[in-house]
């Protein structure tokens, strides 16, 4: 996945360098590909060392991954039983580590959808619609960064952050309690954050509210559970 070999090849990751990477069943992944994501996460870049050198490659991609709730699939399904023994379901999460997941900012559980919903119209927004915002959104990134830095929220770095995502009373609250409850971890708080920086420039509002803190911690399911379990 992230290269390799005796001279150092670039891996999929870097393939995916300004795209998508996507991984279905996420914890089916070994521990040591999966671990190995880290460092391109954080940097961007991937190392890869050998004894006579070293080799760095692009890596700069948006990680995608779709996991069950559990290793039968039907955890939480209001018209199946799961047949999971509880400590099969923790191994199965448990694949996925906590350094790993502090470094994916939305976490997200989808339900199942019943038949009869599937042929029905959507409600939601629309894909249009949606494109506009996220333009918007970006324009407004790019420009804080300045122009030709084509930089954006989710590369902020701990000063930036400092700067451009400072809380009112009510919206520290919220995080504190967050952190104290969920037990997150110092780069989470920073993930957190600059996720709420992008919640607040989607809805177009200069002032980072208790309302987005509250969305941007609410993304962060599997801390949740995890802390749950
Ligand atoms: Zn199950």
Known sequence: MVGGGSTP????ISLAHHGVLFLDELPEFNRRS????RQPLEEGVVTISRAAHST??????????????????FLGDPKHKCKCAPIAVEKYMGRIS??????IDLHI?????PFEDLSKPGDGTGSASMRDQVYKAREIQLKRFGKGAGKLNGRMTSRQIRTHCKLDAEGQATLKEAMEALGLSARAHDRILRVARTVADLAGSDAITQDHVAEAIGYRALDRKLWAS
Request: hydrophobic residues 40%; aromatic residues 6%; proline residues 19%.
């Open 9 to 12: 090849q670039p891996g999929e």
């Open 34 to 37: 999966l671990e190995s994501l």
């Open 56 to 73: 760095t490659f692009p890596a700069d991609f948006v990680l995608i991954a779709a996991m069950n709730p559990c290793p039968c699939g």
């Open 98 to 103: 906590g350094p790993l997941l502090d470094r």
């Open 109 to 113: 559980e989808v339900p199942p959808v």
